[in-house]
């Protein structure tokens, strides 16, 4: 017995019409770039072609080829690929920072491809904010002034935006630095003074182009941690942008890899590990510690005609590693149960086998 892999899909995605109730919905996206873009996704032949032979044929480059997915309130939706994926691109058209090609792109049920510059700007100050790679800060201006910056922009008091520049800096574990310049600080509370600002408008999703990426690794496990702790307390909708898996796994409810501006797989941690789509997938994921990421629910299997069901119970979600101690120590297999029902048992050879692969 094993998960159900519903909500994993390959490339291509299979049509549907966008979520009203996500945050974000991407039907069939393109960014084309080169002459004539527009002929590539509206030629099936051309649409289909590998990357390297579109650009032969026809000068083009196809950065984002056909995208579907969304994006759920309160969801760590994580974009991951190797360089060149066209994953930075993606991001970018979701603000129309870059202008799609074609394609459906829905901003909490709002067309974006027909938002005029006024709604656009709209956007951009009130309902969304990006943390880029490189801070992007004022050098000139203050902790305090950069967090306010984009307050500033939008007109507000001074008195009100720095209160609400306090606060946040507040939240990101910056009390005390409030005026310093940006040369004082190190790159890590560089980083928390973008991710401040970013937050100060009080944007309902928050976007984040591989923000970590230059930061020394003890102190990228330190943001990692900041945007979880950050996550639970404010709840936000966030797209984050990696070529990390390992920094993918640890954020992502739901994770999208990308090669080459194709999806490859869209789904849980645990259905990307459990499941691969394919051999790219398995060789992204051939190095993870399954027992670390597989819950109970993916090493089940239904119980033998004869087998003692007494064991002692847990949920199908509970984490295998979590789960090794109990199951070893049982006199009999450990029962999974979901809402009263038993769905399923584990037994010491289920676990040994994953620990192995680990």
């Not at 936000?236 to 954020?251: G, N, P, Q, W």
Request: proline residues 6%; negative net charge; charged residues 25%.
């Amino acid at each position: 017995m094993t998960a159900s892999t519903a909500e994993a899909s390959t490339s291509p995605p299979v049509a549907e019409s966008a979520s009203t109730g996500a945050d974000i919905s991407v039907r069939h996206l393109w960014k084309v770039f080169g002459p004539k873009a527009e002929r590539v996704p509206a030629d099936p032949e051309l649409a289909a072609m590998p990357r390297a032979e579109l650009k032969e044929k026809t000068g083009c480059l196809a950065a984002v080829c056909d995208l579907s997915f969304d994006v759920e309130p309160g969801q760590v939706f994580v974009v991951m690929g190797l360089s060149g994926s066209g994953k930075s691109t993606l991001v970018r058209c979701l603000t129309r920072l870059i202008e799609p090609t074609a394609g459906e792109l829905l901003f909490q049920g709002q067309n974006l491809r027909d938002a005029d510059d006024k709604a656009l700007r709209e956007l951009r100050r009130h309902r969304v904010s990006m943390v880029f790679q490189h801070f992007g800060l004022l050098p000139h201006r203050r902790v305090i002034d950069n967090v306010a910056y984009g307050l500033e922009i939008r007109g507000e008091k001074k008195a009100s935006r720095l209160a609400r520049a306090q606060e946040v800096i507040d939240l990101v574990g910056l009390t005390g630095f409030e005026k310093s310049l940006p040369r004082q600080l190190s790159g890590g509370m560089q980083q928390r003074v973008g991710l401040a600002r970013a937050l100060a408008g009080d944007p309902s999703v928050l976007l984040f182009d591989e923000p970590f990426s230059a930061l020394d690794p003890l102190i990228r496990r330190d943001m990692q941690n900041e945007v979880i702790r950050l996550h639970r307390e404010v709840g936000k909708t966030m797209v984050f942008i990696t070529h990390d898996l390992s920094e993918a796994l640890k954020l992502g409810d739901r994770i999208l890899i990308m090669r080459d501006g194709r999806q490859v797989q869209v789904g849980t941690g645990a259905e990307l590990v459990g499941e691969p789509a394919d051999d790219y997938v398995r060789d992204f994921v051939q190095e993870v510690p399954k027992a670390n990421v597989l819950t109970l629910r993916w090493i089940m299997r239904s119980p033998h005609p004869d087998e003692p069901l007494d064991g002692p119970e847990l949920g199908p979600d509970v984490l295998v590693k979590d789960a090794v101690r109990a199951v070893l120590e049982a006199s009999a297999p450990v029962q999974v149960v979901a809402d009263g029902e038993l769905v399923g048992v584990v037994g010491d050879a289920e676990v040994l086998r994953v620990v192995a692969e680990s």
